[in-house]
C-alpha cells in the first residue's frame, strides 16, 4: 500500500497539469475531449480488474466475482464505447483534409 | 505496489496527458485519442501483471462482454445521439468506480500482503473514508448521468422537475451522504455495512435530486460536470485502492471536466451553484409585479412588450396566412406560374445578392437534423462566390462543441467555424445573417434586460447585422424564456418558420 498523502500528492499535481493542459483545447473540439476524457474515465478497469481478481485468488465467494464483475463490463464499456465514439467523431473533423 | 510499478504508473500517465495534448489540434487529435487508449491498454495488462491475476478468468469474461457492448455501442450510434451517448458512457465509469468502492468498503479484493499492510500501518481509516467516497461520488454520477442521459434522449422531460420541498431535500440527501462516508471513518463490521448502504442509497437520492432539476439548456454544464465527477470518483477508488495510475487518470479527467464547467458556467453567465442547488433559470419574471412603486420606465417597457407581443402574434397569423395562400398558388397552379414573384423581399432575394454571409447555428438545428442542409446552403452561396462562415456560440446545443460535431459531420471545414470572440466584430460588417435554430445565444436583450435570466450572458451581436434570417420553429422564447427583439425589428429580417430542414431547402432553391 502507498501512503495517502503520496497518493493525494499524486491527484493534485495531475490535476494541475490536466488543467493547464487542457486548456490549450479549442472549444471546436471540446465535444470529441469531452468525450476522450469520459473514455479515459473508464480507467477504473484497472482497479475494478485488480480487485475481482484479488477477490478471485482468494475465494471471497460469488457476490465478489458478480460486482466485480460487473463493474469491469461497465467500465470496458465506457473504455470501448468512449474511445470508439472520440475516433469516430474526430475522423469526421479529419476527413475534408484529405 | 513495487517502485518499478509506480514508475510504470507515472510513464503511462505522461502518456495519458501527452495524448490529451495533442487533441487540441485537429491534425493530431486521432493520434492523440488512439495515444491515450493505448496508454490505458498498458495500464490493463500492467495490473493484470503485478497484481498477479492473469489467470482469473472471470476478468476476461467481463471484459469482453463490456468491449463487445461498447464497441456495438460506438459503432451505431449516431452523430445526433451523441449528447446523451457521452452521458450514458459517463454513467457507467461512474457506476464502475461507485462497485470498485463497494469492494473495497467490505474489504474485498486486497491481497493478503495489502491486508497486512493496512493493519500494520493504520491506513483503515483512509482505505474505509475513500471507498465509500468513491462509492458517493460514483453513484450521484451514475443516477445523475442517467437522468441526463435521459432528458437528453427525451424519454424524461426537458423541462426542470421540482419536487416538493426539492432544495431542502438535495441539501438534505448531500449532508447524509457526507454524514454516512464520514461515520465511515471510525466504524468497522455490521456498522460499515449501515455505512456502505446508507451512502449508496443517499448519494444516489441525490444524484436524482439535483439532475432532475435541470432543464435542457444547462445540459452542457451539468454533462461537463458529471464527466468531472467520473474522473474524481476513479480517482478516489483508485486511492482506496492504491492504485497511482488510477488516481493520476482520474485526476486529470477531473481536471478536464471542471474546466470544461467553467469554461460553459461563463459562456451563460450562470453560476454552477445556481444550477446546482438554487435551481435552473426560471423564466423571466414578470414584469409587472415589481414596478408599480418604484419605476415608471419598467411599467412602460412591460407595456411595450405586450404589445410586441400582440404585433408577434398578428405577424404569425399573417405569416400563417400568406404560406397558405402560397401553398393554394402552389396547387392550383401547377407548374405553370412563377410564384415567387410577387414577394420581392424575401429571404432568398436578399441571399442571391449577398455577398458575406454568417450562419448562427444552434439547438435547433441539432433537433430538425438540418446540418446537411446548412452545408447545401453553404455550399450553393459559395458556388456563387459568396463567403460563408459559421458563428458558435460556447453553448449552442447540448454538450460543449455541439454545433463543431454536427457541422464536421455534414462536411463543413472546420476552418470556417469561428469562436464567438473572434467573429462578433463582423456582424456588423456582413450582408446577412442565417441563424438555423438559435434564439438565447443571439438574444440583444441579454445585454439590457436586467434581472432575467439571460441578462450579462454574452451573446452573438446578430441584432448588428443588416439583414437577418430567422429559421427558427417558431418564435416562442428560446429557454431562458426572454422574448428576443430581433424578431420583431421593423427592417431586415426575415423570419422563416417551421421545420429547419425544409425551410431551408426552400431557400436554396429560392437563391437565384
Same mark, same amino acid.
Given at each position: 500500500m502507498i501512503h495517502p498523502?503520496?497518493?493525494?500528492?499524486?491527484?493534485?499535481?495531475? %490535476?494541475?497539469?490536466?488543467?493547464?493542459?487542457?486548456?490549450?483545447?479549442?472549444?471546436?473540439? +471540446?465535444?470529441?475531449?469531452?468525450?476522450?476524457?469520459?473514455?479515459?474515465?473508464?480507467?477504473?478497469?484497472?482497479?475494478?480488474?485488480?480487485?475481482?481478481?484479488?477477490?478471485?485468488?482468494?475465494?471471497?465467494?460469488?457476490?465478489? !466475482?458478480?460486482?466485480?464483475?460487473?463493474?469491469?463490463?461497465?467500465?470496458?464499456?465506457?473504455?470501448?464505447?468512449?474511445?470508439?465514439?472520440?475516433h469516430r467523431m474526430l475522423m469526421m473533423f479529419n476527413k475534408k483534409k484529405k | 505496489m513495487s517502485a518499478i510499478q509506480i514508475i510504470i504508473s507515472a510513464v503511462l500517465a505522461v502518456l495519458v496527458l501527452a495524448g490529451i495534448s495533442m487533441m487540441s489540434k485537429v491534425k493530431t487529435a486521432v493520434a492523440g485519442n488512439l495515444l491515450s487508449a493505448l496508454a490505458m491498454l498498458c495500464g490493463v495488462v500492467a495490473t493484470l501483471l503485478f497484481t498477479g491475476v492473469v489467470s482469473v478468468w472471470t476478468v476476461y469474461v467481463a471484459i469482453l462482454i463490456g468491449a463487445l457492448v461498447g464497441s456495438l455501442m460506438a459503432t451505431r450510434v449516431q452523430m445526433i445521439q451523441m449528447p446523451q451517448t457521452v452521458a450514458l458512457f459517463n454513467g457507467l465509469g461512474g457506476g464502475a468506480s461507485a462497485l470498485v468502492g463497494i469492494l473495497s468498503a467490505l474489504g474485498i479484493g486486497f491481497s &493478503?500482503?495489502?491486508?497486512?499492510?493496512?493493519?500494520?500501518?493504520?491506513?483503515?481509516?483512509?482505505? !474505509?473514508?475513500?471507498?465509500?467516497?468513491?462509492?458517493?461520488?460514483?453513484?450521484?454520477?451514475?443516477?445523475?448521468?442517467?437522468?441526463?442521459?435521459?432528458?437528453? +434522449?427525451?424519454?424524461?422531460?426537458?423541462?426542470?422537475?421540482?419536487?416538493?420541498?426539492?432544495?431542502?431535500? %438535495?441539501?438534505?440527501?448531500?449532508?447524509?451522504?457526507?454524514?454516512?462516508?464520514?461515520?465511515?471513518?471510525?466504524?468497522?463490521?455490521?456498522?460499515?455495512?449501515?455505512?456502505?448502504?446508507?451512502?449508496?442509497?443517499?448519494?444516489?437520492?441525490?444524484?436524482?435530486?439535483?439532475?432532475?432539476?435541470?432543464?435542457?439548456?444547462?445540459? *452542457?454544464?451539468?454533462?461537463?460536470l458529471l464527466n468531472s465527477l467520473s474522473g474524481v470518483a476513479g480517482s478516489i477508488?483508485?486511492?482506496?485502492?492504491?492504485?497511482?495510475?488510477?488516481?493520476?487518470?482520474?485526476?486529470?479527467?477531473?481536471?478536464?471536466?471542471?474546466?470544461? %464547467?467553467?469554461?460553459?458556467?461563463?459562456?451563460?453567465?450562470?453560476?454552477?451553484?445556481?444550477?446546482?442547488?438554487?435551481?435552473?433559470?426560471? *423564466?423571466?419574471?414578470?414584469? *409587472?409585479?415589481?414596478?408599480?412603486? &418604484?419605476?415608471?420606465?419598467?411599467?412602460?417597457?412591460?407595456?411595450?412588450?405586450?404589445?410586441?407581443?400582440?404585433?408577434?402574434?398578428?405577424?404569425?397569423?399573417?405569416?400563417e396566412a400568406r404560406v397558405q395562400t402560397l401553398h393554394g398558388q402552389l396547387a392550383g397552379a401547377a407548374q405553370a406560374q412563377p410564384a415567387a414573384q410577387e414577394e420581392k423581399p424575401t429571404a432568398a432575394g436578399v441571399l442571391s445578392k449577398a455577398k458575406d454571409v454568417i450562419i448562427v447555428p444552434g439547438y435547433g438545428m441539432a433537433l430538425a437534423q438540418a446540418q446537411h442542409q446548412v452545408r447545401q446552403l453553404a455550399d450553393k452561396l459559395e458556388s456563387r462566390g459568396v463567403?460563408?462562415?459559421?458563428?458558435?456560440?460556447?453553448?449552442?446545443?447540448?454538450? *460543449?462543441?455541439?454545433?463543431?460535431?454536427?457541422?464536421?459531420?455534414?462536411?463543413?471545414?472546420?476552418?470556417?467555424?469561428? &469562436?464567438?470572440?473572434?467573429?462578433?466584430?463582423?456582424?456588423?460588417?456582413?450582408?446577412?445573417?442565417?441563424?438555423?435554430?438559435?434564439?438565447?445565444?443571439l438574444n440583444p436583450a441579454a445585454r439590457e434586460a436586467v434581472g432575467t435570466p439571460i441578462y450579462g450572458m454574452p451573446v452573438l451581436n446578430v441584432d448588428e447585422a443588416p439583414e437577418v434570417i430567422v429559421c427558427n420553429y417558431d418564435l416562442k422564447p428560446g429557454y431562458a424564456g426572454v422574448e428576443n427583439p430581433i424578431y420583431t425589428r421593423e427592417k431586415g429580417v426575415y423570419l422563416e418558420l417551421g421545420d429547419a430542414k425544409e425551410t431551408l431547402m426552400r431557400l436554396i432553391s429560392g437563391i437565384a
Open positions: 498523502l503520496i497518493l493525494i500528492s499524486v491527484f493534485i499535481v495531475c %490535476t494541475v497539469l490536466g488543467y493547464f493542459i487542457i486548456r490549450n483545447v479549442p472549444s471546436l473540439l +471540446h465535444t470529441p475531449l469531452m468525450s476522450g476524457m469520459n473514455a479515459l474515465s473508464g480507467v477504473t478497469i484497472v482497479g475494478a480488474i485488480g480487485a475481482t481478481g484479488l477477490a478471485f485468488l482468494s475465494g471471497s465467494g460469488p457476490l465478489a !466475482q458478480i460486482v466485480g464483475g460487473l463493474a469491469i463490463a461497465l467500465a470496458a464499456v465506457n473504455v470501448f464505447g468512449g474511445f470508439g465514439v472520440t | &493478503e500482503a495489502q491486508a497486512h499492510e493496512i493493519v500494520l500501518h493504520g491506513y483503515g481509516p483512509f482505505v !474505509q473514508f475513500t471507498a465509500l467516497l468513491a462509492v458517493a461520488v460514483g453513484m450521484v454520477t451514475l443516477v445523475g448521468s442517467l437522468v441526463a442521459a435521459g432528458k437528453l +434522449h427525451r424519454i424524461l422531460p426537458q423541462k426542470p422537475v421540482v419536487w416538493k420541498c426539492h432544495s431542502l431535500c %438535495t441539501l438534505l440527501f448531500l449532508v447524509l451522504t457526507l454524514g454516512f462516508v464520514i461515520t465511515g471513518i471510525f466504524v468497522s463490521g455490521a456498522a460499515m455495512t449501515v455505512c456502505l448502504v446508507g451512502t449508496l442509497v443517499a448519494a444516489s437520492l441525490f444524484g436524482l435530486w439535483f439532475s432532475v432539476r435541470v432543464g435542457g439548456a444547462d445540459m *452542457p454544464i451539468t454533462i461537463s477508488a483508485g486511492m482506496a485502492i492504491s492504485d497511482v495510475f488510477l488516481v493520476a487518470v482520474g485526476g486529470i479527467v477531473g481536471a478536464s471536466g471542471l474546466l470544461l %464547467t467553467q469554461i460553459m458556467c461563463r459562456a451563460m453567465n450562470r453560476k454552477l451553484m445556481s444550477i446546482l442547488v438554487g435551481g435552473t433559470a426560471k *423564466p423571466a419574471p414578470k414584469q *409587472p409585479q415589481t414596478p408599480v412603486k &418604484e419605476n415608471e420606465e419598467l411599467v412602460k417597457r412591460a407595456m411595450d412588450l405586450e404589445k410586441k407581443i400582440k404585433e408577434l402574434e398578428a405577424m404569425v397569423a399573417d405569416l463567403r460563408v462562415r459559421y458563428a458558435i456560440h460556447p453553448v449552442a446545443g447540448r454538450m *460543449p462543441g455541439h454545433m463543431n460535431v454536427l457541422l464536421a459531420e455534414a462536411d463543413v471545414d472546420y476552418e470556417k467555424l469561428y &469562436e464567438m470572440e473572434a467573429i462578433n466584430d463582423d456582424f456588423k460588417k456582413v450582408d446577412a445573417v442565417v441563424v438555423i435554430g438559435a434564439n438565447d445565444v
